[in-house]
């Protein structure tokens, strides 16, 4: 069973800033393949980026160039910084972690991107 608990969502006017981060508990985070989804009003869930136990990385084409995830395996703690954040990018994120046939979530952090 693994536990997670996102922070870092907020209000920020395009082009800025913010970095998201997600705090595991409850397993052996180092196994797991932990991602980021987003879920937009009206839209289906989607895969934002991707971050595997050896450090590879994986990213929405809408996101890449801008947004980087990266993992602190000591702290149990996936992070999302998203830079040049665009309208568009407004959502509900949400951290998962990943192994095998088991899959958890959290319970997500808004995300508004607006002047």
């Known amino acids: 069973q693994v536990q997670l608990v996102e922070s870092g969502g907020g209000l920020v006017q395009p082009g800025g800033s913010l970095r998201l981060s997600c705090a595991a508990s409850g397993s052996i985070f180092s196994d797991y393949v932990m991602n980021w989804y987003r879920q937009a009003p009206g839209k289906q869930r989607e895969l934002v980026a991707a971050?595997?136990?050896?450090?590879?990385?994986d990213y929405a084409v809408s996101v890449k160039g801008r947004f980087t995830i990266s993992r602190d395996n000591a702290k149990n703690t996936v992070y999302l910084q998203m830079n040049s954040l665009r309208p568009e990018d407004t959502a509900v994120y949400y951290c998962?972690?990943?192994?095998?046939?088991?899959?958890?979530w959290g319970q997500g952090t808004q995300v508004t991107v607006s002047s």
């Open positions: 971050i595997t136990r050896l450090n590879s990385t």
């Open positions: 998962n972690a990943h192994v095998g046939i088991l899959n958890y």
